[in-house]
């Protein structure tokens, strides 16, 4: 049986926590980035008795459609498969429920759920630091769990909580370069989406651009962002529901 971690982490926090499940779990692991440009995705070589996790972060309650279409391409041979969604320490909604569903569709044998908490990919401050020392055992407790499911008989699919239909994603804003921008095309070079043409890399496609803030991550001189108006919105917004650590939940 091989691991398989199949990721899609833009600033690095669904990383993070699928590598320390993993780690529970005991085995090295193949990793599959979806994160990259198109024609830099690299479907994985999964076989029957391979165990899968899939990893992706919440955004506005759903999971990347970008995400989930480089997904569908792979080729599950019935594996048995981990879905894992990644919050912002506010809610992840419908994500786990809508990520089961695509796996399940694909042909995986979902065994196991984990939603997991994180630092906020754009306000930063909630959840900051996460996943933490604490997050990091529990995680790796979920492995444990997982892996023990794994090489047994049972292969019944959990449970999660979650509405169909999904919930309808919301608006969230797009960074661009700010003051101090040198034009270095780092953030074009590193885009998922392509959003960000190299000719002017200040700027965005806005029917393109996912707001994954990966752009916002490899910025080397840290001026792409969202405008402070902007900010102070979503700040506020997300005062009241972040205000609370949310741990990390599995179904098994």
């Given at each position: 049986?091989?691991?398989?971690?199949?990721?899609?982490?833009?600033?690095?926090?669904?990383?993070?926590?699928?590598?320390?499940?993993?780690?529970?779990?005991?085995?090295?692991?193949?990793?599959?980035?979806?994160?990259?440009?198109?024609?830099?995705?690299?479907?994985?070589?999964?076989?029957?008795?391979?165990?899968?996790?899939?990893?992706?972060?919440?955004?506005?309650?759903?999971?990347?459609?970008?995400?989930?279409?480089?997904?569908?391409?792979?080729?599950?041979?019935?594996?048995?498969?981990?879905?894992?969604?990644?919050?912002?320490?506010?809610?992840?909604?419908?994500?786990?429920?809508?990520?089961?569903?695509?796996?399940?569709?694909?042909?995986?044998?979902?065994?196991?759920?984990?939603?997991?908490?994180?630092?906020?990919?754009?306000?930063?401050?909630?959840?900051?630091?996460?996943?933490?020392?604490?997050?990091?055992?529990?995680?790796?407790?979920?492995?444990?769990?997982?892996v023990r499911k794994a090489v047994s008989d049972d292969c019944t699919m959990p449970q999660v909580p979650g509405n169909r239909p999904y919930k309808k994603g919301g608006k969230v804003p797009q960074p661009q370069g700010r003051r101090g921008c040198n034009g270095c095309g780092a953030c074009a070079k590193h885009c998922p989406a392509d959003a960000i043409p190299l000719s002017d890399p200040k700027t965005v496609?806005?029917?393109?651009?996912?707001?994954?803030?990966?752009?916002?991550?490899?910025?080397?001189?840290?001026?792409?962002?969202?405008?402070?108006?902007?900010?102070?919105?979503?700040?506020?917004?997300?005062?009241?529901?972040?205000?609370?650590?949310?741990?990390?939940?599995?179904?098994?």
């Amino acid at each position: 049986m091989n691991l398989h971690q199949i990721i899609f982490s833009p600033t690095g926090g669904t990383r993070r926590v699928c590598e320390n499940l993993c780690q529970g779990i005991g085995m090295e692991s193949i990793v599959t980035d979806l994160c990259v440009k198109a024609a830099d995705v690299r479907l994985p070589n999964i076989k029957e008795d391979d165990l899968v996790v899939i990893a992706m972060p919440v955004f506005a309650g759903r999971v990347p459609a970008l995400a989930v279409e480089r997904l569908r391409r792979a080729n599950p041979h019935g594996a048995k498969c981990v879905v894992v969604v990644v919050f912002g320490n506010r809610a992840y909604d419908d994500a786990l429920l809508e990520l089961k569903d695509v796996a399940t569709e694909m042909g995986f044998r979902v065994i196991a759920a984990v939603a997991a908490s994180a630092e906020h990919s754009i306000i930063r401050k909630y959840g900051k630091g996460r996943p933490d020392s604490a997050d990091e055992q529990a995680l790796r407790r979920f492995g444990a769990d997982i892996v023990r499911k794994a090489v047994s008989d049972d292969c019944t699919m959990p449970q999660v909580p979650g509405n169909r239909p999904y919930k309808k994603g919301g608006k969230v804003p797009q960074p661009q370069g700010r003051r101090g921008c040198n034009g270095c095309g780092a953030c074009a070079k590193h885009c998922p989406a392509d959003a960000i043409p190299l000719s002017d890399p200040k700027t965005v496609d806005s029917a393109k651009c996912i707001s994954c803030m990966k752009c916002v991550s490899v910025c080397p001189k840290s001026v792409r962002k969202i405008g402070a108006v902007m900010n102070f919105l979503a700040t506020q917004g997300l005062k009241k529901v972040c205000a609370t650590r949310k741990e990390n939940e599995l179904y098994i």
